[in-house]
Nanobody, 122 residues
Framework: VQLQASGGGLVQTGDSLRLSCAASGRTFANYALGWFRQAPGQEREFVARIGRTGVSTNYADSLKGRFTISRDDAKNTVYLQMNSLKPEDTAVYYC????????????????WGQGTQVTVSS
């Protein structure tokens, strides 16, 4: 499956952004999806994941209540709604796909989008 992330940009503290990740090539509904991020000089870290049906979601503890992951299988797209953004949210955000079951470990994902830059100014 091919993934294309978009929606990043430069925003101010407290602003919101919605990232999108459009998928093509395989049966989208068979894939669990995740969002990860990587700041300069840091390892890629888990942000959120969503199961194949969209019912099961999971977030990094530090992001609960501010970020929401969702999926629209009719559009083959997964979203990440980010609210109350902080400078420490600045990173390249990546979407990823994995057959059947989503996990928090990025090494377990088979397909990755190219990343979209999110920069939050103070």
């Amino acid at each position: 499956v091919q993934l294309q992330a978009s929606g990043g940009g430069l925003v101010q503290t407290g602003d919101s952004l919605r990232l999108s990740c459009a998928a093509s090539g395989r049966t989208f509904a068979n894939y669990a999806l995740g969002w990860f991020r990587q700041a300069p000089g840091q390892e890629r870290e888990f942000v959120a994941r969503i199961g194949r049906t969209g019912v099961s979601t999971n977030y990094a503890d530090s992001l609960k209540g501010r970020f929401t992951i969702s999926r629209d299988d009719a559009k083959n797209t997964v979203y990440l709604q980010m609210n109350s953004l902080k400078p420490e949210d600045t990173a390249v955000y990546y979407c990823a796909a994995r057959l059947w079951v989503g996990l928090q470990d990025p090494s377990m994902y088979d397909y990755w989008g190219q990343g979209t830059q999110v920069t939050v100014s103070s």
